[in-house]
């Protein structure tokens, strides 16, 4: 937008340019003509030489704040933000991009602060720079574990319909694909006190503070009562919001435990529950304040050098069923300036027992010589896996393992992620001579179902008895004979894990293991309304026959967007039993369903039932016809397969949709898509009709920056590897 004289000036010092830095008039235009034709550099010179003849200057200090962030100069930008916030400590600018470059420098408590403070100082005129300045936090608080301040952020642009409402949808995705724990998705309003109450006027003063968003205030207020209001829940349940909100995770969670602590002494029939609830809250935040406590299992390299003929080596790795040959991306190695290894193989223990097959421990790199080093072999996974495999490897490449310098920021993993993230070999069946009939569960759904059982059976054998960091160390079965505060944290657990269904073991063992550690098994819930009256925690224990249709519609959604994905199934299936539902909310409760089913059999059973409505939806019949592709591919049914492309040909052959979803299926499969148009462009028919024809299909080549397994290769070309977790 031009400059004139009475614009604001861009400093935010509230005035006029007129009245404020009318002799750089021309200079501020000339920046701002740079800074939108994206010259950024050059602008930024410009400043610099502006900054120098004209010291002090509020507008050229933001102007010149905000280039260095565009331009990366982190550290040029904090020293400028704190020139700048020296000279204005109230001005809303300097404050905001203080607090941008505090977040920036990983001091998120500080810059929540900073920014309540300018969001305080702009009052009801908010400078589009703070506006952005928001955002930008959002987005830096979604990254790193944040999700209080995140959250609360979004909720303040929202209320002050700031920004334009695409961006806010954006900053609202940013912060889910963040992965916020469920717990913390879980909206908790600000609690009130009674109308009788002594501290009843400052109470009420800090909840004003914290509605109209001077959230430090409100906290020290509320703070301020703890002297005579130290067992009110009510107050602490506030702090630890605020808190939350303030980016201060541990604060929050000592007050959600004194919540809890409080609601444990309490008579009321729904104090059990809160209690449990709020430790879970104080859990979920203890991790979020520091990620590295103690238990935790971390990521371990070893390496020996390699002696005689490689050849030999590999062809004794391949007669050894303890390893598998995983394929190798040379291209991976080579982007980064790295020697690919010669050959790379996921390591299996042996066999456990109750059925269950060999678990994947680890990998293993073979590097031929070089100029530069001997060949030699690295093994890698998680230190208890490493420990298991490490006698595995040593025995067939006749070498001695050695721990090697571990490679700084290397990741971990919490006993919980551990147990549950565990895989185990797949050994595929013959290929089927016909494939599977209408109704009949494909190879690929018995090989999943088993793969689930183990990590189930697993699971429920050994997570008792393991010492978990949320419960500070102890046992499941130690914590709840411990009862108390142990106790509820264990049960905060299992019904956290329980209604997001950490394990997906196509059966329910949240029972089971309730009894393995000596847990009551959860009493029944009958509520007619629950969407006002109960939390989402509690939801699964509902008595789904009693609940209104209205509370089921409201429930699904909720459910489904807070990550409970066990109760969003339930739901939509006691939603599906009403009669009289509309085809919308049966469109929903169908969607929910076929995204949670365990079988292609079950998919295909669902889809027919979406298909009947989709006319009446006025959905797009040929995106129907992808799900079923992926599908049918999934089962290995090459007929049925070909008769789904050719429907797809013939009927939606000009939808761009519907063509960039079959090339997603077929690469998702394996499929080389550019191969299969070169050659019908060729006139060549694909071989084998273009598919697999077994159940199993070829995954994709892993990416640069996706998640690490056990079977993939090593972080050690120089890429920090993240722990993969389900």
């Known amino acids: 937008m031009p400059l004139d004289p009475y614009s604001p000036c861009p400093g935010g010092t509230g005035k006029k340019i007129k009245f404020c830095c009318h002799e750089l008039l021309g200079d501020l235009e000339q920046l701002d003509r740079l800074v939108e034709g994206e010259q950024i550099q050059a602008a930024l010179e410009q400043v610099v030489r502006l900054s120098d003849k004209h010291p002090g200057k509020a507008c050229l200090l933001a102007t010149r704040t905000k280039l260095e962030l565009a331009a990366k100069k982190f550290n040029d930008a904090a020293v400028t933000s704190r020139a700048f916030l020296e000279a204005y400590p109230d001005n809303p600018l300097a404050l905001g991009h203080a607090a941008v470059t505090a977040a920036l420098n990983d001091n998120m408590q500080e810059a929540a602060s900073l920014f309540d ?92 503070h914290a509605g109209s968003w001077k959230l430090s205030k409100a906290l020290k207020t509320f ?42 002494s309490s008579e009321d029939p729904a104090a059990p529950d809160e209690a449990v609830e709020a430790t ?56 980064r300036g790295a020697v690919p290894p010669r050959s790379s193989w996921r390591v299996y223990g042996d066999a456990e027992g109750d059925g269950a ?73 013959p290929p089927p001579t016909s494939p599977p009939a209408a109704g009949e569960d494909a190879p690929i759904d018995t090989l999943l179902a088993e793969q689930q059982a183990s990590v189930a059976k697993r699971f429920i054998t050994r997570w008792a008895d393991t010492a978990l960091p949320e419960l500070l160390g102890k046992t499941p079965r130690d914590a709840v004979a411990a009862g108390g505060e142990p106790q509820r944290r264990v049960e905060a657990i299992v019904n956290d894990a329980e209604a997001t269904e950490m394990i997906p073991a196509g059966r329910d063992i949240w029972p089971e293991l309730r009894t393995a550690v000596g847990l009551p098994a959860p009493s029944l819930i009958e509520s007619a309304t629950p969407l006002g009256d109960l939390p989402p925690q509690r939801w699964l224990r509902l008595n789904f026959a009693k609940v209104e249709l209205d509370h089921l519609r409201g429930m699904l959604l909720a459910a489904a967007d807070i990550g409970y994905s066990l109760t969003a ?44 409505l989709a006319k009446t939806m006025q959905a797009d019949e040929g995106m129907l016809d992808v799900a079923e592709l992926r599908i049918q591919l999934q089962r290995g049914d090459q007929p049925a397969f070909m008769q ?83």
Not at 357 to 376: C, N
Not at 574 to 599: C, F, H, N, Y
Not at 666 to 695: F, H, K, R, T
């Open 117 to 208: 403070r300018a969001r305080e100082a702009a009052g009801d005129e908010i400078p589009d720079d703070l506006t952005r300045i928001a955002m930008t936090l959002v987005q830096v608080a979604s990254q790193v574990g944040q999700f209080g301040l995140a959250e609360s952020t979004i909720e303040w642009l929202t209320e002050k319909s700031l920004g334009s409402e695409e961006e806010r949808g954006i900053l609202a995705e940013t912060f889910l694909s963040s992965g916020p724990p469920p717990a913390l998705r879980i909206r908790v309003p600000l609690a009130v006190t009674p109308d009788a109450s002594p501290w009843r006027f400052e109470f009420d003063t800090a909840l004003k």
């Open 223 to 264: 703070n301020s009562l703890k002297g005579v209001a130290g067992d009110d829940a009510a107050l602490f349940t506030n702090i630890a919001l605020l808190c939350e909100r303030l980016a201060r995770p541990l604060e929050a969670a000592e007050a959600w435990l004194k919540v809890a602590e409080l609601r444990a």
């Open 280 to 335: 879970g809250r104080a859990v979920v935040l203890e991790s979020q304040a520091n990620p590295e406590r103690s238990p935790v299992i971390r990521y371990k390299v070893l390496r020996a050098g390699l002696d005689g003929d490689l050849d030999l080596l590999e062809d004794a790795l391949r007669k050894n069923d303890h390893f598998e040959a995983s394929p190798v991306d040379r291209s991976r190695w080579v982007s």
């Open 357 to 429: 097959g060999q678990r994947l421990l680890a990998s293993i790199l073979i590097h031929g010589k070089q100029t530069d080093r001997d060949a030699e072999v690295t093994l890698q996974g998680l230190a208890p896996d490493v420990t298991e495999a490490k006698p595995l490897v040593e025995a067939p490449l006749h070498c001695s393992l050695e721990e090697a310098e571990q490679p700084l920021g290397l990741p971990s993993a919490t006993p919980m992620n551990y147990l549950a993230g565990a895989q185990y070999k797949l050994v595929p069946p």
């Open 569 to 612: 199934e339930r739901v939509a299936e006691a939603l599906l039993s009403q009669d009289g539902i509309s085809d919308p909310d049966r469109w929903q409760a169908l969607g929910v369903l076929e995204a949670r089913a365990r079988t292609t059999t079950r998919r295909l059973e669902i889809l027919t039932q979406i298909r009947g």
């Open 644 to 726: 789904v492309m050719e429907r797809i040909r013939r009927l939606h052959g000009q939808n761009p949709r519907v063509a960039n979803g079959v090339a997603q299926v077929l690469m998702e499969a394996g499929i080389d898509v550019n191969a299969l148009a070169a050659a019908s462009a060729a006139g060549m028919p694909p071989a084998a009709g273009g598919v697999p024809a077994g159940p199993a299909t070829a995954a994709p080549a892993a990416q640069p920056g996706k998640l690490w397994t056990p079977g993939s290769e090593s972080a050690g070309g120089g890429e920090k590897p993240a722990i993969w977790t389900p």
